[in-house]
């Protein structure tokens, strides 16, 4: 069982590491979900004394004031056998025997954190302690509560400390270790009142009374230590720390514990409490319910590892891959988020996403109703007939059939096909242009960098525009062809005239009667709704191989061209992502190591059920 502990001290030395302090942040935090314990005392409670006594060493900087101004993960590893050691988490791999430099390290890596003032800070020191003489157990202690500051300190340190204290022992994962001196009244104790504010019913407070040996004669802490004067659902634990004389001639800490035993042992008043008094007890009660608190938490612990693990994966995978720092990194990234792009404008194109039917829509029900709006009937009425054809045989009358005449009336009606024609292809090229919007606004790499969203965005709708200009070129050359040259074998099978066209009794615009007109007017538009017919079915053979096939091909070639002759800033200027983003996947990433880390720690961890 002595491994849950272990494992915890693992996942919160690879908080501190990878900056999880448990700080409210838009990041979620596994610190606050390991199960801790926290010191918390007044100033002058004897809370350094207690340490020192369940290590067994003299280690914690002393002196007057705030002492602890930032909060000190205490972890201890029994060892079997061996020299007792220490080790920091900011000094991995080096082993500190003497303990005097311990206490030393603590207070220059406080003033390196503080800036050498009297500051306080919320990020933790860790502390690793392996000794035969302790149990496994780690503690935080925390700076003293104090009511006034002192020279040097801002008036707002003492709402500070508490502040930080309290966004210690506030989580339900905390056990509060509340220190008060026996020769204080508990009414007044700075432990007692915060915790009884985050912890009324005592369920997680393990209260400590300090200084017993120093109460006035006649008086004693039996009622505190039995639970009457403050009841809490754990054992009130006294302890008996060395005095400042002791500390002064450096009297040996396995002494000291020794002198504390017999004291309980000896004194009439506490001799049926000695079994479960002094500093060892205390480090033993803590150990054994930090780990059934540990126990009880894995399977939640997991569960939550695993449910954040997930949602971290999906806003990292949300925000994207990072920037390339080198030229052919920064290319090929760009190259990808492009082919991103036009695999997703293809998609809409080929109807795996929507959109694309609305090109057949042009094809099918535009065009078609465009060429029927066109007004043949006007262009072939008698009086444009009868124009015409008279204008077309000049100053004299034909002999067998005005084909002149024909020619102009089917040109003319010809010709009006022309803007249809030019629609098609505006509407595609429109239709096109959307889906690129669409495209752009689904590819998400390119949400992430504005310049080249609007680079490729232009390139994209330049490409669109040139083709629309060929398209447009060979569609309306459809419409000519029909118009340079008829088709001679519909007026080969048209049944011949019999009727004389002309009468060369009338005037010269008089020469030609209504029904050989009507009939001139009725074979032209057979031949144009013939032409109508085939050009309805090749204008959009034309505008797909000019514009959707070539969108297809080679939408972007333009663009590739030009990023080749790009060198590595101006690459980069592509890809200005915004600093937030790139700052908020780095702290992303650093969280999903965490968490990672944490997942392998726990899985490769065996506990009892």
Request: proline content about 4%.
């Amino acid at each position: 069982m002595e491994n849950l502990i272990a494992l915890v001290n693992r996942l919160q030395r690879a908080c501190t590491a990878l900056g999880d302090h448990g700080e409210e942040s838009s990041l979620p935090t596994l610190w606050d979900a390991l199960p801790t314990i926290a010191v918390v005392g007044g100033q002058s409670s004897g809370k350094s004394s207690v340490l020192e006594s369940i290590v067994g060493k003299d280690f914690l900087p002393r002196g007057s004031g705030i002492v602890t101004r930032r909060p000190l993960v205490l972890q201890l590893h029994r060892i079997e056998e061996g020299r007792e050691y220490a080790e920091f988490g900011h000094l991995p791999r080096k082993r500190f025997t003497d303990f005097a430099a311990v206490r030393k390290e603590i207070a220059d890596e406080t003033d390196r954190e503080t800036g050498r003032s009297k500051q306080i800070s919320s990020v933790p020191i860790y502390l690793s302690i392996y000794s035969p003489n302790v149990v496994n157990l780690t503690l935080i202690d925390l700076p003293g509560l104090t009511k006034v500051a002192v020279e040097g300190q801002p008036d707002s340190i003492v709402l500070d400390i508490e502040n930080m204290v309290r966004s210690y022992i506030e989580k339900p994962n905390c056990i509060i270790l509340a220190i008060s001196p026996a020769n204080q009244d508990l009414a007044t104790s700075d432990a007692i009142k915060i915790s009884r504010e985050v912890d009324p019913k005592g369920e997680r407070t393990f209260g400590v009374l300090t200084k017993i040996d120093l109460m006035d004669k006649g008086t004693d802490a039996v009622d505190m230590l039995e639970g009457k004067s403050y009841k809490l659902q754990f054992p009130w634990i006294g302890v008996v720390n060395r005095s400042q004389a002791d500390i002064n001639k450096n009297v040996d800490m396995i002494a000291a514990r020794r002198r504390e035993r017999e004291y309980f042992s000896s004194t009439p008043e506490y001799r049926h409490l000695a079994n479960r008094m002094g500093s060892e007890h205390l480090g033993k009660v803590l150990s054994k319910h930090l780990e059934s608190v540990i126990k009880s938490r894995i399977p939640g612990l997991q569960s939550l590892i695993n449910k954040t693990i997930i949602e971290l994966e999906t806003e990292l995978s949300r925000l994207g891959k990072p920037i390339a720092t080198d030229a052919g990194g920064k290319l090929y990234m760009i190259m990808e988020i492009c082919r991103s792009f036009d695999g997703n404008f293809k998609e809409h194109l080929d109807g795996v996403r929507p959109g694309g039917d609305k090109i057949y829509y042009v094809f099918d029900n535009q065009l078609p109703a465009a060429l029927k709006r066109l007004q043949f009937d006007k262009q072939l009425s008698m009086e444009n007939v009868r124009k015409l054809i008279t204008e077309a045989d000049g100053y004299q009358p034909h002999l067998i059939a005005p084909e002149q005449g024909y020619r102009r009336l089917i040109e003319s009606s010809i010709v009006s096909m022309k803007g249809p024609a030019e629609a098609a292809v505006d509407a595609v090229h429109a239709i096109l242009k959307e889906l690129i919007h669409k495209a752009i606004s689904e590819t998400a790499e390119l949400k992430q960098y504005p310049s080249l969203r609007v680079e490729v965005s232009n390139a994209a709708v330049e490409s669109l525009e040139r083709m629309r200009d060929e398209s447009k070129k060979a569609t309306l050359q459809l419409v000519e062809m029909e118009c340079s040259y008829l088709t001679v074998d519909f007026f080969r099978k048209l049944p011949q005239d019999i009727e004389k066209g002309g009468n060369p009794t009338h005037s010269i615009f008089d020469r030609y009667n209504d029904s050989y007109l009507r009939r001139i007017g009725s074979n032209v538009l057979s031949y144009v709704n013939m032409v109508c017919a085939t050009l309805r079915n090749s204008i959009p053979k034309s505008v797909v191989y000019g514009q959707v096939r070539e969108a297809k091909r080679s939408l972007l070639d333009h663009f590739f061209t030009d990023l080749g002759k790009k060198e590595g800033k101006q690459l980069g200027t592509l890809l200005d992502e915004d600093p937030a983003i790139m700052q908020r996947r780095l702290s992303l990433a650093k969280r999903l190591e965490l968490y990672r880390a944490a997942q392998a720690e726990i899985d490769s961890v065996a506990w009892s059920k």
